[in-house]
């Protein structure tokens, strides 16, 4: 059964910087590639970032770029999301999902707050 | 940006009848190899988002044949026939041709 569990939400002071974490399950992580989609409260889905199944290629929203950093351990069967210099409207749920372009796999979500 | 606008529903729709939802792309999403590259999801209330349908058409494993989705380049229709509790939530449509991948908004579903 895949499974995908995200770690390291919580709150964080505007400016602060927070790393995010999903342990993937029941696949060979190694041959999909990845992705973060997050959700503020109360709105819709919005794409964040996308890894290759490699970590040769990534890809960033424009309001993330130079700021947040998808990286994947494949030894580990991990994907991490480094967020930097975090404001108010990165508030949202994260979720780690499978795939580059449809996500046929989601995790449960973490929270992540972003208030002084 | 490629931009997803979804339509609403006339909520909340009776038990049992047939419901259409609509997406349009701000681009075509028909590619040069013949799919287009169009998803749908389902997320119900407090859960994580579900594959509904991908390339438009193909359903997701396991998913209900009540689902069905529909389209040409541009507009797209995913449409349920008769409508059970379990459809109640809010549903994206989603376009990969190219990055920024874009959700629409959502339409959320109501049963009667």
């Known amino acids: 059964e895949v499974q995908l569990v995200e770690s390291g939400g919580g709150l964080v002071q505007p400016g602060r910087s927070m790393k995010l974490s999903c342990a993937a399950s029941?696949?060979?992580?190694?041959?999909?590639?990845m992705a973060w989609v997050r959700q503020a409260p109360t709105k819709g889905l919005e794409w964040v970032a996308t890894?290759?199944?490699?970590?040769?290629?990534?890809y960033y929203r424009d309001s993330v770029k130079g700021r947040f950093t998808i990286s994947r351990d494949n030894a580990k069967s991990t994907l991490y999301l480094q967020m930097n210099s975090l404001r108010s409207e990165d508030t949202a749920t994260y979720y780690c999902?499978?795939?580059?372009?449809?996500?046929?796999?989601w995790g449960q979500g973490t929270l992540v707050t972003v208030s002084s | 940006d490629i931009v997803m606008t979804q339509g609403a529903l006339p909520n909340p729709v009776p038990s049992g009848e047939s419901a259409s939802i609509t997406c349009q792309s701000s681009?075509?999403?028909?590619?040069?190899?013949?799919?287009?590259?169009l998803n749908w999801y389902l997320q119900r209330p407090g859960q994580s988002p579900q594959l509904l349908i991908y390339?438009?058409?193909t359903r997701a494993s396991g998913v209900s044949d009540r689902f069905s989705g529909s389209g040409s380049g541009t507009d797209f229709t995913l449409k349920i026939s008769s409508v059970e509790a379990e459809d109640v939530g809010v549903y994206y449509c989603?376009?990969?041709?190219?990055?920024?991948?874009?959700f629409g908004s959502g339409t959320k579903l109501e049963i009667k």
């Open positions: 890894i290759s199944y490699d970590g040769s290629s990534t």
């Open positions: 999902t499978r795939g580059m372009g449809g996500f046929a796999y």
């Open positions: 681009k075509s999403l028909l590619h040069s190899n013949g799919k287009t590259y």
């Open positions: 390339w438009m058409s």
């Open positions: 989603q376009q990969f041709l190219e990055y920024p991948l874009t």
């Open positions: 029941g696949f060979t992580f190694s041959n999909y590639g």
